[in-house]
């Protein structure tokens, strides 16, 4: 008869669990609480390694990691994930709205209790009287961060439900409930090279990271390569002058670009060479962010990814209008082979 219960090692911590359990269901039977949001192989944040012993991986499996949500134990095993910051729930108020470029905002909300977060996490934010959506907290483009502000990169898409109203019908002191943080693809204090790469607002993630990695770790290697679909949608002027200003390549694409400041191509085929040390962080569209992924998978590289979606919240007829909002990454092909 094959056993039907096993001991799953985490973050050294044994704990007894049944064969078949997820590892987020086996981790909450010895009270452990894996980090996690979506529950259902979409957004990343329950990723975590696995060190030995028998997971079936459902198609999850990315290097040494699975996700914690599908992946179900088939026997003993052990495995580790990186420490982050307990999910918290705050209330706030819109505090500015400030025009970084035609249709990009930076948004700033002055939070009651600090939320703490780490670079390259997201956080879910409900606008008082609107649906939630999920934002990166970044570091503000003029670095002037305070602890109890958290800053958003917006783009506004004509006619949403959320983001065409802000400056609008969402105003300074507007009411703002915040949850998180969630996501995986934060910044580890590794000493390999780093790889950013992103298109549009997730250019807010990316920024966050290259920031601290550069203040939390002088001397490590980081390059970033950043896109938009057009020039107008490089927001982030004041980023690139500081990033140069601190010895840290970035590299700009656009369709509509010049070839001198900014280039053509697209951001993957800008990456540059990528070994099995390097560290790739990639975050915004889903095809750039599989793009960079099968090439950063490809060269052994570790990758971490944070797609942004496209949500449908048109509140007119327009299939095309919405709100660059995140995660909700179905199921890839390649994911599940
Ligand atoms: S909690 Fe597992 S992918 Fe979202």
Redesign the pocket.
Known sequence: MSKSTCTVTINGQKVKANVGDTL?DAGLGGRLVLP????????????VRVLSGQVEDLGTREKNTV????AMLEGDAEISYDPVPIVKNTKGTVESIRKIKEDYLEVRIKVARTIPWLPGQYLRATFSGYPAREYSPTTPLNLDAEEDVIVFHIKVYPNSVVSSKLGSEIRNGHPVKLRGPFGNAFLRRQPEPIVLTSTGTGFAPIWSIAVAASQGQPGREIRLVVGSRTRDGLYMRDAVRWLRNHGIPITLTASDGDNETVMTARPYELLGDLTSDHIVYSAGAPSHVDATRALALEAGATFYADPFYVAEESSGLSTLAGSLMRKIRPPSASARA
Do not use: K, M, N
């Open positions: 987020i996690h949001d979506c529950c259902s192989g979409q957004c990343e944040t329950c990723r996700l914690g949500c599908l």
